[in-house]
């Protein structure tokens, strides 16, 4: 099956700062989602990018779906982007998760 | 609904009995998916509905887990003589695609088995 790995496990950083999460799988995918689940355990759905490049406010996504790839921009970060980050993966419907990016943002 | 409806928020059980955990999806919605997270782990899938029907289900351990969706909005997961390691948080997620698109999830039914 496919596998989807995530860096860097951990991340912390001082507000104001920016930052790059990376996704790499190991095979072709058509669904492509970035997850931010916050310290409440909420998941909220950042982008649906199985290719290309989309932005949204301070967060932006790339996937190079040739190279099997994602990013995850984040700039000038706020502490209540803090939480875990899920890339997810699939060929059609069924999401395969990647162990995510524990972002911790310092006031 | 404005969001993905999820009930009972919490639910304590003791082991070997039933329990039924019930999705509301966002209106018009036609894809519904379950998944289920461990502590620390990101979600697994469980299952997948495309409207009315389970096209999926391959994600579900056993067969005391089973789910339906009758008509194609409304969602219940149940599962029978529950045992220990079945406690987790249980996830529901839509999307107006079929099988694509962005999910929307819930906030989840926290089952635990005791």
């Known amino acids: 099956g496919i596998q989807v790995e995530q860096s860097p496990p951990d991340l912390i950083l001082q507000e104001g700062a920016n930052s790059t999460l990376r996704c790499n799988f190991s095979d072709s995918v058509n669904n492509l989602q970035w997850f931010h689940q916050n310290p409440w355990g909420q998941l909220i759905n950042l982008f649906y990018?199985?290719?290309?490049?989309k932005q949204n406010g301070r967060l932006s996504a790339t996937t190079v779906a040739t190279e099997r790839y994602s990013l995850l921009y984040i700039s000038s970060s706020q502490t209540t982007d803090s939480g875990v980050y899920f890339c997810?993966?699939?060929?059609?419907?069924?999401?395969?998760w990647g162990a995510g990016t524990k972002l911790i943002i310092k006031p | 609904g404005a969001g993905v409806s999820q009930s009972p928020r919490y639910k304590v059980t003791k082991r070997g009995q039933d329990v039924a955990l019930r999705c509301d999806p966002i209106?018009?919605?036609?894809?519904l998916y379950w998944y289920r997270q461990a502590l620390g782990q990101g979600p697994e899938f469980l299952t997948y509905f495309n409207y009315e029907a389970q096209q999926d289900k391959s994600g579900l351990p056993n067969d005391r887990f089973s789910a339906e969706r009758p008509e194609g909005s409304i969602s219940t997961l149940t599962i029978q003589r529950t045992e220990q390691r079945d406690s987790a948080m249980y996830r529901c997620a839509s999307s107006s695609g079929t099988g694509a698109g962005g999910y929307t999830f819930g906030s989840g039914t926290r089952l635990t088995v005791v």
């Open positions: 209106s018009g919605h036609v894809s």
């Open positions: 997810a993966v699939g060929s059609n419907y069924q999401l395969i």
């Open positions: 990018i199985p290719s290309g490049t």
